[in-house]
């Protein structure tokens, strides 16, 4: 209304009755459009104070939640890349100590054969062969009385020499046989966990390299994306904002008592958002594809307002 009350609306209902009263000034005559229309003079005066700066605000709310979210992803990223580092750190630390007793255990089993002589070696894969050889032909029930009993008598007494070995009731003890190249399947084992580990984190490496460099980019566009689309709305503003200075010098615009140093001000913000544009263009030029260079190099270069100079 025409009043110095304001009422409160929220910015969705703003734009429905601002709408809806536009529709109202359409249909009624050239005549009866003027600054004491009800209708003229609600729409003219939100779109020249707060309903844009409403706007503006929420447009800024927007960029800001998408800078936001895009450096809440990078961190999330960067967490991820920490937390594979720490697994793969914690991994080994762990394997190592498990390895080195599997090993130990390992060797503890392998020296109770190597002390086991030569001859009782020989004498045991003899009646092995022996044994299966007869199992082969049929022999099935003669396979033990072929063990000669003077033979094990003989070797009786090298059994007990080699039990000996272990219990210290032997007479003289051998020297104890070591075996090498006991952790080389340890060794080997830990290198391809180390090398899988490494492959896994490089992918994490590359991964948050990547998604880095693309949410940079993101971020970049974000600025130029902003001051293009607010651009024509700001140009409608700073003309509108013109002609109403004409009309009616004595209209409040965002708010201020002296719209002719708003507007002043706002055609030198007109002027820097145009550079800002062209430098965020410039910035971005690698990140945006031929089609986009094109589109903007028509409408900002080579013929912008063909409408308002032409060409006779």
Same mark, same amino acid.
């Given at each position: 209304l025409n009043s110095d009350e304001p009422e409160l609306r929220g910015l969705s209902q703003a734009t429905d009755q601002i709408i809806a009263r536009a529709f109202e000034v359409t249909n009624q005559d050239v005549a009866e459009i003027g600054p004491d229309n009800?209708? %003229? %003079?609600?729409? !003219? %005066?939100?779109?020249? $104070?707060?309903? %844009?700066?409403?706007? /503006?605000?929420?447009? $800024?709310f927007y960029v800001t939640e998408l800078k936001d979210d895009t450096d809440n992803k990078a961190t999330t990223f960067l967490i991820l890349l920490i937390v594979s580092i720490v697994v793969l750190l914690f991994s080994v630390a762990l394997l190592i100590p498990v390895l080195r007793s599997v090993n130990k255990t390992r060797e503890e089993v392998l020296s109770l054969f190597l002390n086991i002589p030569d001859k009782t070696v020989r004498s045991l894969y003899t009646k092995c062969e022996n044994f299966i050889s007869n199992l082969q032909v049929g022999e099935d029930d003669d396979v033990v009385s &072929?063990?000669? *009993?003077d033979e094990m008598f003989g070797n009786k007494h090298e059994e007990d020499n +080699?039990?000996?070995? +272990? !219990?210290? /009731?032997?007479?003289?003890?051998?020297?104890? /046989?070591? +075996?090498?190249?006991?952790?080389?399947?340890?060794?080997?084992?830990l290198l391809q966990f180390l090398f899988g580990g490494l492959v896994v984190e490089a992918y994490f490496v590359y991964n948050y390299l990547m998604a880095n460099d693309m949410l940079n980019d993101v971020k970049d566009i974000i600025v130029e994306i902003n001051s293009t689309s607010a651009a024509e709305g700001f140009y409608s503003f700073v003309n509108n904002a013109e002609k109403q200075l004409i009309i009616d010098n004595s209209v409040k615009i965002?708010?201020?008592? !002296?719209?002719?140093?708003?507007?002043? &001000?706002?055609?030198?913000?007109?002027?820097?958002? *145009?550079?800002?544009?062209?430098q965020e263009h410039s910035v971005n030029i690698k990140i945006h594809s031929d089609i986009y260079k094109d589109f903007f190099n028509d409408i900002m270069?080579?013929?912008?307002?063909? &409408?308002?100079?032409?060409?006779?």
């Open positions: 009800s209708d %003229y %003079y609600f729409v !003219t %005066y939100n779109l020249l $104070n707060d309903y %844009y700066i409403a706007l /503006r605000n929420s447009s $800024n &072929e063990i000669d *009993d +080699f039990m000996g070995d +272990f !219990t210290g /009731r032997s007479g003289k003890r051998g020297s104890k /046989r070591k +075996f090498k190249n006991s952790g080389k399947s340890q060794k080997k084992f965002l708010n201020s008592n !002296t719209p002719e140093d708003v507007v002043i &001000e706002s055609i030198r913000e007109m002027y820097n958002l *145009d550079s800002e544009i062209h270069m080579l013929n912008p307002c063909p &409408e308002i100079k032409p060409d006779d």
